[in-house]
């Protein structure tokens, strides 16, 4: 059974800093691309970033270029997003997302977890 667990939303005040991360289980996804969807009120779902299998190649929005940082652990079946200088426009629930390559995560991906909450409050 594929399951993509995240954890680690809460509540941040505006500049601050939180991570996010994503558990991903029932497949190799060692060899799947990872990455990061959020939603927030009223809002559509958009793209945040993805990361490569190996990690060799990263994709961010351009809303959080330069503030988010996406990576994987050692045994490449987890994901994390580190966020900093969090806006209260980041406020959003945060879903995991996997796909075999990056593009495929940006444009759709197949497998997605639950979502975390994110608050950032001004």
């Known amino acids: 059974q594929v399951q993509l667990v995240e954890s680690g939303g809460g509540l941040v005040q505006a500049g601050g800093s939180l991570s996010v991360s994503c558990a991903a289980s029932?497949?190799?996804?060692?060899?799947?691309?990872l990455g990061w969807f959020r939603q927030a009120p009223g809002k559509e779902r958009e793209f945040v970033a993805a990361i490569s299998w190996n990690g060799g190649t990263t994709s961010y929005a351009d809303s959080v270029k330069g503030r988010f940082t996406i990576s994987r652990g050692n045994t490449k079946n987890t994901v994390y997003l580190q966020m900093n200088s969090l806006k209260p426009e980041d406020t959003a629930v945060y879903y995991c997302?996997?796909?075999?390559?990056?593009?495929?995560?940006?444009?759709?991906?197949?497998?997605w977890g639950q979502g975390t909450q994110v608050t950032v409050s001004s």
């Open positions: 029932g497949r190799t996804f060692s060899t799947y691309a």
């Open positions: 997302a996997a796909d075999r390559q990056v593009d495929r995560v940006r444009g759709g991906p197949v497998y």
